[in-house]
């Protein structure tokens, strides 16, 4: 009796252990950064976490939002039963939420059921899943990587640039081992837009109002939208991922598919989520813990460098403009002249073609360069055959053809002055020291949230361009014994595009903000030898940017018609003061890293006391690397008065 007591004992004591074994187990999956990561679960501060992905699709489990380990026993109870879902059979039928619900869970998270698979020893049944395996069999993963589009002017989303990721083809390689990249696809996280109104669209992007989707699209639709119709480069970097971890990041793209997240302009954007999957399907990386809260593309491209050997490879496309750019450069004189000439008759240039003088060769260049004239110029009218754009290239193209001559492949080296991972950091901080004759002296700090000006360090970035968000000045002045906000701006962006023979594209500038003006419409506050006030201004201006010298120190100059509103409270008479008037500069390149900008503006004012507002400016800056600067500025403002400024500036970026 005794003894079969105590092997009872013994056998019901083992048992339970072993469930307490499997329950721990199970504990220690659900809490792991690899589960969390492949449902995209968020450490919150002041509550539990939940995942960002808020489509019901992606959970099995009623709470498996917010209860990671309820998800994981409910997504090995389901990967474990075959008859828990239904065999995906055919691909006749596109999937929709209706048959997503009821297909078998293995084949709606493959990388979940395959990352379970390892983590626990175990084999789940065989499932039919078709429409799963004719994406992967589409797509064939050889290799990952991580493509930067180049910044565009042109839009608010893509001011900062834009990320995707980019799924290498296994049947992209010919026999030579050249890989073909437009047989890839591309993985893109976008907002999905749904207002048209300019305010809306900002307060949408900023609060995470907009649904934020992936998408998985052949690479060459990227190619042409951001390539052709923006003429923006692109910088693919090849990452150093494992066969293992290619195939979970191709696993984990399907599973996305059937969610969406809040879209957030500056947080929660295309450049974190991109690094989401990377992370989920390599726990090795901690790539989103990496960059800041506040996180824009270039940060996302740096990050790659902080893990060694991460990028195996660099591949530059450039865009149908820096092409021609490019290619314009070899030409003789004669050659850009006849160029010209075709670019300014279009196709009636072929009706009685003057070209006895050039040799086939010669036509053979001038020819590939006007067709990347017409590819750049009129992206969208050369796909439609009815078109002035489409009859000229098809017009170039035949006698480009009748000089028998292969066109020579393009081949153009990255330019390291362009290489994003190369580039400053976006935050800046500065301490200023400086005086004012009107006001005395100061001591100035102020911190820039992104990401550059014209005078910053130029790796990286465009030229002559300036692109700032939330750039804040706060001041301490000596005489009045009192700390102000000199300048509150919300962005700036300045695009400084130079005309030529060629093209002849509108440079603007735009500004929103406050910022502190020395003034005579302003009233003078009880400590004050001089009026100033802090308004309220939109300042607006377009006009043309031509480049006056080339080379290692080029000059830039610029004109422009400007206007701007602003407000305050403390301007006498009305508070509404509206400017027009002239606005030019230039900006010079002196050296490496050393540049200087001159600027000044005159605007007549209308609802004002003094009729004329009138600024000139000078900068000087030194950048000693990619993190240290200082420059020196001086500034004069004349309405009934006049006030120079001075100063001297420190610069860190980060």
Same mark, same amino acid.
């Given at each position: 009796m005794i003894p079969a007591l105590l092997f009872l004992y013994a056998f019901g004591g083992t048992h339970g252990a072993t469930a307490a074994t499997a329950d721990e187990r199970l504990h220690t999956i659900a809490s792991g950064k690899a589960w969390l990561r492949l449902l995209h679960y968020e450490n919150r501060w002041l509550s539990a976490d939940r995942s960002e992905a808020e489509g019901k699709l992606f959970f099995l489990a009623p709470n498996g939002r917010d209860e990671p380990l309820a998800e994981l026993q =409910?997504?090995?109870?389901?990967?474990?039963?075959?008859?828990?879902?239904?065999?995906?059979?055919?691909?006749?039928?596109p999937l929709d939420e209706e048959i997503i619900l009821k297909l078998h869970p293995l084949c709606r998270f493959p990388a979940r059921a395959r990352y379970l698979e390892k983590e626990l020893g175990e084999t789940f049944p065989k499932v039919a899943c =078709?429409?799963?395996?004719?994406?992967?069999?589409?797509?064939?993963? /050889?290799?990952?990587s991580l493509v930067f589009s180049s910044f565009f002017l042109g839009g608010p989303s893509s001011t900062f640039g834009h990320t995707l990721l980019r799924i290498n083809n296994?049947?992209?390689?010919?026999?030579?081992?050249? /890989?073909?990249?437009?047989?890839?696809?591309?993985?893109?996280?976008?907002?999905?837009?749904?207002?048209?109104?300019p305010l809306l669209y900002a307060i949408y992007g900023?609060?995470?109002?907009?649904?934020?989707?992936? *998408?998985?699209? #052949?690479?060459?639709?990227?190619?042409?939208?951001y390539h052709?119709?923006?003429?923006?480069?692109?910088?693919?970097?090849?990452?150093?991922?494992? #066969?293992?971890?290619?195939?979970?990041?191709?696993?984990?793209?399907?599973?996305l598919s059937s969610t969406w997240f809040r879209y957030f302009y500056f947080t929660r954007n295309c450049s974190y989520h991109m690094f989401t999957i990377l992370d989920a399907a390599a726990p090795r990386l901690n790539l989103t813990e990496t960059v800041p809260y506040y996180v824009i593309p270039s940060d996302t491209v740096r990050a790659l460098y902080r893990y060694p050997g991460l990028v195996k490879s660099i591949q530059y496309r450039p865009s149908a403009l820096t092409q021609f750019t490019e290619r314009k450069k070899d030409l003789s004189p004669k050659e850009e002249g006849l160029l010209k000439e075709i670019v300014r008759k279009k196709q009636t240039f072929f009706e009685k073609p003057v070209v006895s003088d050039f040799s086939r060769e010669s036509l053979a260049r001038v020819y590939d360069s006007a067709l990347d004239f017409v590819e750049f110029q009129s992206p969208s009218e050369i796909l439609k055959p009815e078109t002035d754009a489409a009859r000229f290239k098809q017009s170039l193209s035949i006698n480009r053809a009748r000089l028998g001559i292969i066109a020579p492949e393009f081949n153009m080296s990255p330019p390291p002055e362009r290489q994003t991972h190369l580039s400053h950091g976006i935050r800046r901080v500065g301490l200023k020291t400086g005086y004012t004759d009107l006001r005395g002296g100061f001591k100035q700090l102020s911190y820039r949230f992104a990401l550059h000006d014209p005078l910053d360090p130029e790796m990286g970035y465009p030229e002559s361009a300036q692109i700032e968000f939330m750039h804040l000045k706060a001041r301490y002045q000596f005489r009045q014994k009192q700390f102000e906000w000199e300048d509150l701006r919300l962005f700036k962006v300045l695009s400084l595009d130079p005309i030529d023979a060629f093209r002849s594209p509108l440079s603007y500038r735009v500004e929103l903000g406050m910022r502190r003006a020395t003034h005579s419409n302003c009233r003078a506050g009880p400590n004050e030898t001089s009026p100033a006030c802090l308004m309220g201004a939109l300042n607006v201006a377009m006009g043309w940017a031509s480049?006056?010298?080339?080379?290692?120190?080029?000059?830039?100059?610029?004109?422009?018609?400007?206007?701007?509103?602003?407000?305050?409270?403390?301007? *006498?008479?009305?508070?509404?003061?509206?400017?027009?008037? #002239?606005?030019?500069?230039?900006?010079?390149?002196?050296?490496?890293?050393?540049?200087?900008?001159?600027?000044?503006?005159?605007?007549?004012?209308?609802?004002?006391?003094?009729?004329?507002?009138?600024?000139?400016?000078?900068?000087?800056?030194?950048?000693?690397?990619? %993190?240290?600067?200082?420059?020196?500025?001086?500034?004069?403002? %004349?309405?009934?008065? *006049?006030?120079?400024?001075?100063?001297? %500036?420190?610069?860190?970026?980060?």
């Open positions: =409910a997504d090995l109870k389901a990967f474990r039963d075959p008859n828990s879902g239904l065999a995906d059979l055919s691909t006749e039928k =078709a429409h799963l395996e004719q994406f992967l069999r589409i797509l064939s993963p /050889h290799s990952v296994q049947r992209a390689m010919d026999q030579s081992g050249r /890989h073909h990249e437009l047989l890839d696809f591309g993985v893109n996280f976008a907002a999905r837009v749904t207002v048209d109104n900023l609060t995470g109002l907009f649904p934020g989707e992936f *998408t998985n699209v #052949p690479y060459y639709y990227k190619v042409r939208e052709d119709f923006e003429s923006r480069d692109l910088w693919s970097y090849d990452l150093n991922l494992t #066969p293992e971890e290619v195939i979970a990041v191709t696993n984990h793209v399907w599973e480049k006056l010298s080339q080379g290692e120190g080029w000059l830039t100059g610029y004109a422009m018609s400007s206007s701007e509103f602003s407000f305050s409270s403390d301007y *006498t008479g009305s508070p509404i003061k509206v400017g027009v008037g #002239p606005r030019s500069g230039v900006i010079l390149r002196l050296g490496k890293d050393f540049l200087a900008e001159g600027s000044v503006f005159y605007h007549w004012l209308a609802f004002a006391q003094n009729s004329a507002d009138f600024e000139q400016q000078l900068q000087l800056r030194k950048a000693w690397n990619q %993190q240290l600067g200082a420059d020196l500025s001086w500034r004069r403002q %004349q309405n009934t008065a *006049t006030s120079n400024e001075w100063a001297l %500036q420190l610069l860190y970026y980060f």
